[in-house]
């Protein structure tokens, strides 16, 4: 049995890693169009990308919006889930539930809804309007990261920190916040991949002027399987591997120092 | 001269009252203890003193100068936390160094005091090791040097030895009043334990469903409790419910006991019904009845041995008594045997309520 559930590991994690094997190579492939195996080796289609600006401009706008999704989102989350996780008032379940919709209605609904309403505003095809979407999908999903630090969070460290002279707002710079920190970075890194990597609402609203990396990729692969998605895809997955791999990287050479033992 | 008022305080709930006209005075530098069960009311009090809650009536105050109206951060009092409250992401020396931040003194010169401080509660060495790094009993003498390196009006602590072993426990009772007599700090400490309110305090306040049941010195409160629930919470004690029959030959009469005479007090009236106290160690343990005391036939039911002393517990008729003798001695007794237990007046504390 243990035998034979090590063997399935091993088969699920050759699944899951086979789109990865597959793409890294073709990224550096002489091929006209994505091919598996490559019959040549280059950087040909890395430099492809970095000079077309048909490719660069997608990639800003996407950096952009991811980046103002993040922000906004912050501005909307901290808030929400210092009142929703520490306060109780009429109406709190029903926020709660508000704050988690735009995780559970299909992606296309809310493509659909955006594309009229935001027609109707005037907004439909610009930057504004493709983040006001994505934050209202980033939303939900930095609320349940934050409100699971903030639940976990020791209450008696914030009345130590007033018993000792710190106001409400110095208790909250020098205590709360640092404390909070990781929570609050993890937060932020998921509402900005969220909008990187979001796809339907983008094809459906961000028209030309605002359109973003995932769109562009949708659009190439759609008309001629240009080489250039494996570029950037090999490049995405090397950056999300910076990101899981750095932090522990770094933990560990801290960790080198001398430790000492608690007596 | 009282240092410490707390005057007439009530605190409720809706309907339910959590704290029933609370009044206390402490000198300057004195270690008072709040003892009392859980929800007694004694946690809410330090509260209502800390500013974490606020008083349905009645006022603290400090000095003189009443504390109502300033937010907790404006009181100047240290408080240690059950589970100490130390900041996981600053060092010990910054931990005791924030109040002193929160004060604007620069932080050369506040790292400084809080290296010292942390050298008077013994962790000289410890300033640059995080929380978690250190072992429960050093948290606890960092949140310590952390609550009084700002020089309080008050040291409140909340239940502070809760958490350690036994040993620990009784190395940081030492470790708090000898901190505590350095400083000359007014101190209110928290617990549920007896024998901890009984080793530390000057004086000891025993709290019950919301009230205040007595305020003593630690032995008085041993041996001359007001009350019945004081006499049963702190220490072992038999307690016997009887009736006064004579004031003047200071004789009351209970069930399976009959006359007996308890020690000289103006409490007693003729027909009252008291409770009568034999702390366990008051009485002793023969085989035969022993001349010039009074005795009474127990049948023994189970030994407690401690070592150096065992607690026989025993029925005289259906009244359960209890009985310390000291270790040595149990030999000469088995279960379900029967034997001879006895005292003299003096032993015979009476509670009128």
């Given at each position: 049995m243990t035998r034979f559930m090590k063997w399935l590991g091993v088969v699920v994690v050759i699944f899951i890693a086979a789109p990865l094997v597959i793409v890294v190579p073709m990224s550096f492939s002489t091929a006209r169009s994505l091919q598996f195996p490559p019959p040549g080796y280059g950087l040909g289609y890395y430099q492809a990308y970095f000079s077309d600006p048909s490719w660069l401009i997608p990639t800003w706008n996407s950096i952009i919006i991811a980046t103002a999704t993040t922000v906004l989102t912050m501005l909307l989350v901290v808030p929400a889930t210092f009142a929703l996780v520490r306060h109780q008032f009429r109406g709190r379940s029903i926020a709660d539930l508000m704050m988690l919709m735009p995780l559970a209605v299909p992606s296309i609904v809310m493509a659909v809804g955006y594309y009229s309403y935001f027609g109707a505003m005037g907004i439909v095809h610009t930057h504004i309007g493709v983040v006001l979407a994505h934050t209202a999908l980033a939303v939900p999903i930095a609320f349940l990261v934050l409100s699971a630090n903030l639940k976990g969070f020791d209450r008696t460290l914030e009345r130590a920190a007033m018993s000792l002279g710190a106001s409400p707002t110095k208790t909250f710079i020098h205590v709360t916040l640092p404390i909070l920190r990781p929570g609050l970075i993890i937060s932020a890194l998921f509402a900005f991949i969220h909008s990187f990597d979001e796809t339907v609402v983008s094809i459906f609203i961000s028209g030309r002027n605002a359109e973003t990396l995932p769109r562009k990729m949708f659009d190439s692969i759609r008309q001629e399987a240009d080489p250039v998605i494996a570029v950037i895809s090999t490049l995405l997955f090397a950056l999300v591997l910076l990101g899981l791999v750095g932090p522990r990287l770094v933990a560990a050479l801290r960790n080198r120092r001398p430790r000492v033992q608690a007596a | 001269m009282s240092y410490l008022d707390l005057k007439g305080i009530n605190k409720s709930y809706g309907q339910f009252v959590a704290l029933n006209d609370v009044n206390l005075s402490a000198a300057k530098g004195e270690f008072v203890t709040f003892l009392g069960p859980s929800g007694s009311g004694k946690t809410t009090t330090l509260m209502i003193i800390a500013g974490f809650e606020k008083a349905t009536t009645g006022s603290v105050e400090i000095d003189g100068r009443?504390?109502?109206?300033?937010a907790p951060h404006e009181r100047n009092i240290g408080i240690v936390f059950q589970n100490y409250g130390l900041f996981p992401h600053k060092t010990a020396a910054e931990n005791v160094y924030f109040p002193l931040q929160m004060r604007s003194v620069k932080r050369a010169a506040g790292l400084k005091r809080a290296e010292e401080m942390l050298e008077l509660v013994g962790l000289r060495d410890f300033g640059h090791r995080y929380p978690k790094e250190l072992s429960g009993g050093q948290q606890q003498r960092v949140a310590l040097a952390r609550a009084l390196v700002f020089e309080p009006s008050l040291l409140l602590l909340d239940e502070p030895l809760g958490a350690l072993d036994k040993n620990l426990r009784e190395q940081m009772q030492i470790e708090i009043k000898r901190i505590q007599r350095a400083l000359g700090v007014t101190t209110i400490f928290v617990t549920h334990d007896q024998t901890e309110a009984m080793s530390m305090s000057d004086r000891i306040v025993v709290f019950e469903g919301g009230r205040i049941n007595q305020v003593a010195a630690p032995l008085d409160l041993y041996h001359k409790p007001e009350t019945r629930f004081v006499a049963g919470f702190i220490g072992e004690s038999n307690l016997i419910e009887a009736v006064v029959t004579d004031p003047v030959a200071r004789t009351a009469s209970a069930a399976h006991l009959g006359e007996v005479e308890y020690a000289p007090t103006d409490k007693a009236k003729k027909g009252q019904g008291v409770t009568l106290m034999i702390r366990p160690e008051h009485m002793r343990l023969s085989r035969n009845p022993i001349e010039g005391r009074r005795n009474a036939q127990m049948k023994v039911e189970t030994i407690v041995n401690y070592g150096d002393n065992a607690l026989v517990i025993g029925k005289v008729g259906d009244l359960t008594m209890r009985v310390r003798v000291l270790g040595a001695d149990v030999v000469i007794i088995k279960e379900n045997q029967d034997c001879c237990i006895s005292w003299t007046p003096d032993a015979v504390y009476l509670i009128a309520k």
């Open positions: - | 009443p504390l109502q109206g300033l």
